[in-house]
């Protein structure tokens, strides 16, 4: 087996039911240079020693995922959803110091869906402005960039009211690019008529702030958020997109992000393995800037 | 109970499981004045006989469920789709003629997914507009209205690749509006945060073909086809999307179709009944115009 393309990094949640040392251990052995992480299982261990633990495996560190859900009106479960987004800021700026060099402090968001009980889509999403602005200064302290993350339209009522990547520009732009930027995840935006142009525009702007990769293949699993496959085993057009993502000059590393019944039972260490040969046969091919390895 | 609004139409696939002479009874028996037809059950009976049990029903026609599917490759299959799809335009306009004063000769097209093993969405809806432009001199001659129908993004890989308003509109927009219009269905755009400026679009370009309601909660049935519901068991804003189409001047049937197992193993008559009181508490207080009755 060839060595993993060195801009692939593996999301965490593409193991989910490794911890965290087995996670750092199999993606290391497997020869991935870099990897997300999740909240959960570093607030397991405590972030002191995840930190020291990423340290350790000499790998870089993408993304901490996820924080956000912050649609909800005014009172004390906004209020709680905001010092908590503070706390996963200070953790993705503790991670990103922990690990390799080229490591980047991003932490994702998701919007979260309509509140119970609201039809109001449209204030639910000014209400994720609002949440972004209050969290802005302590991500700019923090030297943290905020990656908001659009989730394909099916979540758009109970996990993510933002829907397409021109949305999520869109709320971005109020924003200082190196503090608020976007999640282009394939999964979410490939059937988007304007994803190419939304792209382009994400680049333009500054606001790429990470790039995350997995399929889309039907019939969906019955629970849809379980519905993401490795790179190249489903419709999405690795190529257009790619190739799109690397023309506005991003150059940085790629995720592989795949929430599956199936892929989680799999041996971590296969898994990543299969997750590394999908991605060399489906993206790599389109990647123009390699990171030094 | 109160009457039906009379705007209300039943899309004969709430009550799937009632043949067309069903259908044809609970509806009117339940008071609605209006019924939009699917090809099978006409077919069961034939075109010449389904005619003359819709006229003896007294009931408006309001559209033919449906057709399209022509996002194959050149070849026999591809013939054979636009050599049916040319069936259904003569049955549509059969069905309206035979159809309640009032009646609108409209066939709703759903564009169709990616063929098997293609990975080329952009190409796979330039073949949407290619068979269009073929259709469209018979659906001209016959007096029929083809409706695109944009389906929510979860769709848009094995169904049909035309996933917003405002794409339908771009395509429709190469040919006349009495020609081919859009199939506004609140489940499909609901989410879309274009979905306003497009429906305002649509009516300022002469577009809005049909107007459907149903509505979208989660979770999502296993099989995501099957997870619409009766307006106002959801979380769809029915008053800024009806609001929003009635500004455009639509003042025709409003249709309301829902597939969901629940729902059609339920008594037609009293699904029909439920229908329409959700209809009169979620779309009705949204409506400026009726039809005289």
Not at 66 to 92: H, L, Q, Y
Not at 118 to 139: F, W, Y
Not at 166 to 193: E, M, R
Request: glycine share 8%; proline share 5%; hydrophobic share 45%.
């Amino acid at each position: 087996m060839n060595a993993p393309d060195p801009r692939l990094s593996i999301n965490q949640a593409t193991i989910k039911h490794a911890d965290l040392a087995t996670a750092l251990r199999v993606t290391a052995e497997a020869g991935v240079r870099a990897i997300g992480l999740w909240r959960e299982p570093v607030q397991e261990v405590g972030l002191r020693t995840a930190a020291s633990m990423l340290t350790d495996s000499g790998l870089r560190f993408t993304t901490h995922c996820r924080s956000g859900f912050f649609t909800m009106p005014e009172g004390p479960a906004r209020r709680a959803s905001v010092d908590d987004n503070r706390v996963a800021i200070e953790e993705a700026a503790t991670l990103a110091a922990a690990g390799a060099e080229g490591s980047t402090a991003i932490l994702v968001l998701v919007a979260g869906g309509l509140p119970e009980g609201s039809r109001d889509l449209v204030g639910a999403r000014e209400r994720v402005r609002d949440a972004i602005g209050e969290l802005a200064p302590d991500a700019a302290a923090a030297g943290v960039t905020l990656a908001l993350e659009p989730l394909h339209p099916m979540y758009a009522s109970d996990r993510c009211v933002v829907s397409t990547l021109g949305q999520a520009l869109d709320i971005a732009a109020d924003f200082d690019a190196a503090v608020v930027g976007a999640t282009v995840d394939t999964f979410h935006i490939w059937w988007d008529p304007d994803v190419l142009s939304s792209i382009e525009r994400a680049g333009r702007e500054g606001r790429i702030a990470t790039y995350q990769v997995c399929d889309w293949k039907t019939p969906l699993a019955a629970d849809p958020l379980l519905s993401r496959h490795y790179p190249g085993d489903g419709v999405i057009d690795f190529a257009s997109l790619t190739d799109a993502v690397e023309a506005t000059g991003y150059d940085r590393d790629i995720e592989v992000e795949i929430f599956n019944e199936e892929i989680w039972a799999t041996d971590p260490l296969i898994a990543v393995q299969r997750t590394a040969a999908g991605f060399a046969a489906s993206v790599s091919p389109h990647l123009r800037t390699r990171v030094a390895s």
